[in-house]
């Protein structure tokens, strides 16, 4: 099969928009998300075969969903495993029922639908492991292939291709079905869904491993499938507070790193290479998430906080009180060592950094932290600020021993060999 570059990019493109909608639309219909991506990539090699001479159709979506209608129909009729259901379904999918193929049709037609909602919490779905949700989540909503999924995260293809290929199969044996959850598990649900997507962005804002301490696509994808959760769950603040808080950070992305891609911490940062398009978006999002009242919670405090150093056009002119105050909100309501180790670099800032380090000393004894590099790291900032230089220096070479990132790493061994 041979495809020319300009209708592959055409195709690349399409598959981008149309596949979530299109996998989804399937999934309700087979009843197994698996299932669905197959045939919704049996529809996308039958593009890269006819699109190229035939041109690509005025309703992309609408003839990839014909193609992998066709081919359900094909597949349930001859399977072994034909039962009475898979026959009912063969039939209600038959080129015949025009009606319902116009249904599918307007699903797909929609700007995304509750097929989509309802995808993201399975590919979600708590049954599954963290990192098998990242890795569907990416495929069957971020439109990401197996090759880029692992390279974005420096792992074998192969790796994530079990991962893929487990999930699904979890999903099928413990017979997830293909609905919205029920009221009262929707909040713990959309919390997972959250998380994912969060997870997807950090690892783009700050890469855990490699060379590169930045993935701009990550962030890309990962803010793509945020304003998708949140123009599908509008009335939920938290969708709108992570769009919010990847929106204002996103805009810091070209500031971040240097000439030779070396790390540039905020309060170096060159304000002026600051998105101020993405600025705007993301204190938008954040209007939306306090608008929608009964208290901002942990993404949008988050927000709020990253909202405190885009208003600032100095780092001098930052509203460290301010922030302070909000990290003992987040605190509050979802207290965690990683939001603890924060909160002291803001009270360090605003009120000096003995204050900082009481509250930073207090998390050695916390078991969880006792690999994070983060916190040598700061405390090794917060002793140098105090004139305790040598044990800064040693704090310094441990945050370094301790990192995955080897830029991270560069950066730490330099402030260690400060005299």
């Known amino acids: ?189 959309l919390g997972s869904v959250l998380e994912v997507i969060s997870l997807i962005f950090n690892e783009g804002y700050a890469a855990t491993a490699g060379d590169r301490w930045t993935r701009p696509d990550l962030c890309e994808d990962a803010l793509r499938l945020g304003r998708m959760l949140a123009s599908l769950a509008s009335a939920e603040s938290e969708a709108h507070g992570l769009v919010a808080l990847m929106a204002i950070q996103a805009s810091r992305l070209a500031a971040r790193t240097g000439p030779s891609g070396e790390p540039i911490l905020l309060l170096d940062q060159d304000r002026s290479r600051w998105d101020q398009v993405l600025i705007r978006h993301g204190l938008t999002a954040l209007e939306r998430a306090t608008a929608l009242g009964g208290g901002l919670g942990p993404y949008a405090l988050q927000a709020a906080i990253a909202a405190c150093h885009a208003e600032a056009r100095t780092a001098e002119e930052t509203e460290w009180t301010r922030i302070t105050a909000l990290y003992d909100a987040l605190a509050q ?50 002793l140098a600020k105090l004139g305790r230089f040598a044990e800064a220096r040693a704090e310094f070479a441990r945050a370094a021993a301790l990192a995955g990132n080897e830029r991270e790493r560069e950066l730490l061994l330099q402030r260690a060999a400060q005299p």
Not at 35 to 47: C, H, R, T
Not at 155 to 162: D, G, H, K, L, S
Not at 348 to 374: K, N, T
């Open 1 to 189: 099969m041979t495809t020319d570059e300009p209708a592959r990019r055409a195709i690349d493109a399409v598959w981008r928009i149309e596949s979530p909608k299109l996998i989804a639309v399937l999934a309700r219909l087979v009843g197994d998300v698996g299932l669905a991506e197959d045939l919704a990539q049996d529809a996308l090699v039958a593009a890269l075969e006819r699109w190229p001479a035939d041109g690509v159709p005025d309703q992309p979506g609408a003839w990839l969903l014909a193609t992998a209608k066709h081919r359900a129909i094909d597949l349930l009729r001859r399977g072994p495993m034909l039962d009475r259901k898979h026959a009912e379904l063969a039939r209600e999918l038959d080129a015949g029922q025009e009606a319902a193929m116009a249904e599918l049709e307007a699903s797909l037609d929609d700007d995304f639908g509750d097929d989509v909602l309802r995808l993201m919490f399975i590919a979600c779905h708590p049954v599954l492991a963290t990192e098998a949700r990242v890795a569907l989540t990416l495929r069957l909503l971020g439109g990401l292939t197996t090759e880029e999924i692992a390279r974005a995260f420096l792992v074998p293809t192969a790796t994530i291709a079990q991962r893929i290929v487990r999930a699904k199969r979890t999903l099928r044996e413990a017979r997830v079905p293909f609905e919205a959850p029920r009221p009262a598990e929707r909040t713990a649900r």
């Open 333 to 382: 309501l979802a207290p965690s060592p990683v939001v603890e180790l924060n909160r002291g670099v803001a009270y360090a800032m605003a009120f000096g950094p003995a204050a900082g380090l009481e509250i930073v000393d207090a998390l050695q004894r916390d078991p969880s932290m006792a690999r994070y590099h983060l916190l040598p790291a700061v405390r090794g900032d917060l």
